[in-house]
């Protein structure tokens, strides 16, 4: 992985997703994008989000697992290929929620209104998918719904505002038109090249909001270890826990 590109840092280490000696490599400061495993080709909070995973749930081999929103690489690669229980979906607008989408192959679903019944999964899983739903506290419920009991919502979403209280970014009027209460912001999306648009800036009061909004206990897990490849800004874990 970017062998070809002048590396600004390079660190022998173990990767989690790889289970392995790896040497993680950056060629840009900003280690959050840029800080790739050489086996894996994920990034740190790719690293932290498995980490947690494996330490909490060690079976999760032979667990029913969805993630909504895959990346397409590291940690999403190896639940996809180890776990015979991983399924995916992805948000199309255009499609009917539940169906396939033929061309890409994956279900269509809204985090606001899943068609799954109540307790399929053991684990849910969303990688920076949080900051760009309209209506946050409605997807935390349903989550929360589909988990069994025992189960957990594991996952990231920037918490860029840290300490300061979470802030709408963009929402929806009563007319479905969108409301940007600041400047547009976009992230990279793997099914829109327009990009994702952000709708919430979250901090640490996310914990807060998730537990008394869907009744499921919320932990920030922060892990900063280079030895595993985990060290950026915005690379906290969540781990929501299904009573
Ligand atoms: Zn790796």
């Known amino acids: ?3 070809s590109e002048k590396a600004i840092f390079s660190h022998e280490g173990y990767c989690p997703i790889c ?5 993680f490599r950056a060629n840009h400061t ?14 740190p909070r790719e690293r932290a989000l498995f980490k947690v995973i494996a330490e909490h749930f060690p079976n999760y081999r032979d667990l029913k697992i969805h993630e909504s929103s895959p990346g397409g690489r590291g940690a999403s690669i190896k639940l996809h290929r180890e776990c015979a229980g991983y399924s995916a ?12 989408n033929r061309t890409s192959g994956y ?19 969303t990688q920076d998918v949080l900051e760009h739903i309209f209506h946050p506290e409605k997807a935390f419920i349903e989550i929360g719904r589909v988990l069994k009991s025992g189960g957990a919502h594991i996952f990231t979403t920037p918490l860029v505002n840290k300490a300061k ?17 600041h400047e547009p912001e976009y992230h990279g999306n793997p099914v829109d090249p327009n990009g994702a648009l952000v709708t919430m800036h979250w901090g640490y009061d996310i914990a807060t909001l998730i537990t008394k909004e869907a009744h499921m206990p919320t932990t920030i897990i922060e ?8 060290r950026a800004e915005y690379i906290e874990v969540l781990a929501s826990w299904k009573l």
């Not at 269509?108 to 849910?124: Q, S, Y």
């Not at 892990?223 to 985990?230: H, M, V």
Request: include cysteine.
């Open 89 to 100: 979906s992805q948000f199309y607008p255009k499609i009917e929620r539940g169906n396939i």
């Open 30 to 43: 900003w280690f959050r994008d840029h800080l790739i495993c050489s086996g894996c080709g994920s990034i």
């Open 223 to 230: 892990i900063d270890n280079i030895n595993l490849g985990i």
């Open 165 to 181: 209280k979470s802030e709408r970014w963009a929402s929806l009027s009563d007319k479905q038109e969108i409301i940007y209460h």
């Open 107 to 125: 279900r269509c679903e809204d985090l606001e209104h899943l068609t799954f019944e109540n307790e399929t999964f053991d684990l849910f899983i």
């Open 1 to 3: 992985m970017m062998t």
């Open 19 to 23: 289970e392995r000696n790896v040497e």
